[in-house]
């Protein structure tokens, strides 16, 4: 029998960690059940494990008992990171300190490790995901580059999957993850019949169309924030980069640099978000026609605006209209 370990923080935790503990626990008993029914045995034995085996409160509303600390578990087959609060190996409790070493030791004795949302930070922390690819809640991955630029960040990703570490995106997307787990360990028929129990769609890869746009302007640089500012209240606009850089005196190969190290994406690549993001808004909010809203958000041609709106969001435009506009 392979044992589990699902993580329970020392504290630097929420009700999202709640949800992530309890959604993982029930799903993989239920897995379980299902395998002895079937004659084959109890696959996993489930426990919650932390530093210290003590109770863990989040935001003074839910508290969790563990089933052991890490000094009781010589060797774990998989581990589950919950979402968390963690950002790096600095900001964490002593014993969430001893919890990230632990991971690492784990996984140098063959326990494969799956982070979910946020708990992707915690992953980072242990060095494991460097050179890697990773995913977390879109609304973190800017973040997340920044403190952790050795690791591919892959946001646009639902799961990923290499060598026997898992990540996923974000909030209760971490559901598509255990059902994905629950079939790599079980079987196909296992894990159907546990989407179906808990009411969860398989096989969805994706976390693209979920995300909102927001530029990151958390940084230092003035002429990129005033470029920021001109491409949002512009984008409309035949917008130049060259234009753009001469208008802030930067040269453009420069201008280009400071950008992505100020933002984590080209000026082109920010200008076509934020037509994307005001692309989607018309689409579930009035009834204009693709070509309608293609035309107000900047663009001309119909193939690049169909081609860019789906490399953000995974949909085609009248797909993702069709999905949220309610008329």
Known sequence: MKHLSILVLDDQCSASTMSCIIGAYEIFTKANSLWKQAGKGQKFKVELVSAERNDAVAEGLFSVKTHASIADIRKSDLVIIPSNLIR?????????????????????LGAAI????????????????????????????????????????????????????????GAFSFLNLVIYLVEKYYDRETAIHCAKVFQIDMDRNMQSEFSIFSGNKKHNDEAVQEAQELIEQHYTDKLSMETLSDKLNVGRRNFDRRFIKATGMTPLDYLQRVRIESAKKSFENTRKTVNEVMYDVGYSDTKAFRTVFYRVTGMSPIEYKTKYNKE
């Open 88 to 108: 790096t190996y600095e900001s964490a409790t002593k014993n969430n300190r001893a919890l990230i070493n632990w991971i690492r030791e784990q996984y140098k």
């Open 114 to 169: 799956a982070s979910m949302c946020s708990g992707a930070f915690m992953l980072a922390a242990t060095g494991l995901l460097d050179g890697r690819t990773c995913s977390t809640h879109w609304s973190m991955a800017t973040q997340f580059q920044q403190l952790y630029p050795k690791i591919k960040m892959e946001s646009e990703k639902l799961i990923t999957d290499e060598n026997g570490i898992y990540t996923n995106g």
